[in-house]
């Protein structure tokens, strides 16, 4: 399929598809014509950055995790050198999480007593 159609499947910018193949995060083959074909493998990697961006990865941890993911559709495989990665971020997200639910506290503290002034 051609960029713009992978683009559409999958709600990503042409020009981040570019980056990606940049980055070498996915491989289309090229046709006689020099335009870009991208396989079933690169629309489903591709949904899965974005997946993963989303959730505030990082496209370094990304590209990490990706080998583990190159089947016919999302489905993991043991990476054992991945593990120890994984298991840091759900830590740095748990620390986050409650940075956060800490300040909202904070801030609903402060809300209703300002409500209960007014």
Not at 4 to 24: C, F, H, I, P
Not at 41 to 56: H, P
Not at 94 to 99: G, P, T
């Amino acid at each position: 399929m051609k960029i713009g159609e992978l683009s559409k499947r999958t709600n990503v910018s042409a020009r981040m598809l570019r980056y990606y193949e940049d980055e070498q995060l996915i491989s289309p083959t090229r046709r006689a014509s020099g335009y870009r074909d991208y396989s079933r493998e690169d629309e489903q990697v591709v949904k899965t950055i974005r997946i993963l961006s989303e959730a505030g990865l990082k496209l370094d941890f990304i590209r990490r995790f990706l080998p583990c993911l190159r089947s016919e559709g999302p489905i993991l495989h043991p990476c054992p050198d991945l593990m120890s990665a994984m298991e840091q971020e759900i830590r740095e997200l748990d620390a986050r999480v409650a940075k956060y639910r800490k300040s909202r506290k904070i801030l609903d503290g402060y809300y209703k007593e300002m409500r209960a002034e007014a």
